[in-house]
Nanobody
Framework: VQLQASGGGLVQAGGSLRLSCRSS????????VGWFRQAPGKEREFVTV????????YYADSVKGRFTISRNGAQNTAYLQMNSLKPEDTAIYFC????????????????WGQGTQVTVSS
């Protein structure tokens, strides 16, 4: 499974961005899709995950109520809608797929995209 993350950019605090994670693999719809992020000088952290059907999601407390994960099976793509962005959301955002129900540990993910930079200015 190959993943391509896109949609990052520079935005002012309070603004919005939508990230995309597109897969070229036929089995994308059988995986849970997660988003992680890594800020400068910090470890990569879990952001959110959506299960294979799109019916269940889970969010880190830091983004709950501001970020929304979704997926489109026909397009083999998952999305991360980020609203009310804060400077502390600045990071490289990675998408990944795993076979767990709602995996949140990095070790539970089998394939990773290359990351897309999100920068939020104050």
């Amino acid at each position: 499974v190959q993943l391509q993350a896109s949609g990052g950019g520079l935005v002012q605090a309070g603004g919005s961005l939508r990230l995309s994670c597109r897969s070229s693999g036929r089995t994308f719809s059988t995986y849970s899709v997660g988003w992680f992020r890594q800020a400068p000088g910090k470890e990569r952290e879990f952001v959110t995950v959506i299960n294979w059907s799109g019916g269940t999601t889970y969010y880190a407390d830091s983004v709950k109520g501001r970020f929304t994960i979704s997926r489109n099976g026909a397009q083999n793509t998952a999305y991360l809608q980020m609203n009310s962005l804060k400077p502390e959301d600045t990071a490289i955002y990675f998408c990944a797929v795993g076979k767990g129900i709602l995996p949140y540990r990095q070790s539970e993910y089998s394939y990773w995209g290359q990351g897309t930079q999100v920068t939020v200015s104050s």
